[in-house]
């Protein structure tokens, strides 16, 4: 059978995906790709894709159950020496900037954890419950954050998002002409 068509197997427990971890990471980096952070426990890796972001997720004995995103082509190309790249960020998706436009609309376009502005070109879409772990796209689950922001809350329970914004709206924005809370002026 000739090579290309051959179907390479995937690791198919955590551990035999983590002896590779580190030359498929450095792999992935070579081609445009970013590593990026897992948001669950049932996460294995998590990286930018062609398109979107490619998940390995895990059931709770460890053995690797899904690859999503295109992460199994990544994982093949990889173990395979076959050209792969990740996509470059180009235009924005239409619906994404309706969604956006919509989410301004009834909120403002401050961002959801800290009340700053945000802009329509860089704001991202904070998804309170995220998708991977059961949370849908219905305008109820969605509000705009800065990108920041929104990395600095990924890992968080909707209650801690919740209390993240509280704290950092409570901080006013210092100043020369403010002075710090406590310190006995009242100028």
Known sequence: MP????????????????????????WLLERGSAIKQITNPYEVSRFMGVDTDCIVYRKANNVISH????????????????????GARGKRDPKRTNVVLSLARRDGWACVFCGRA?????VTIEHFVPITSGGTSHMANLSLAHKDCNAEASHLSVREKIEMAVRNRRMPAMDAETPPPGSGRLD
Not at 3 to 16: E, F, H, I
Not at 20 to 25: C, L
Not at 118 to 122: F, L, M
Request: glycine content about 6%; charged content about 25%.
């Open 3 to 26: 090579a290309q068509n051959r179907q390479v197997p995937l690791p198919s427990s955590v551990q035999a995906f983590d002896k590779r971890r580190v030359a498929f990471e450095a």
């Open 67 to 86: 690859w999503s995103g295109g992460a199994a082509e990544a994982y093949r190309a990889f173990l395979d020496g076959a050209p792969w790249r990740a």
């Open 118 to 122: 945000t802009e329509i070109e860089t």
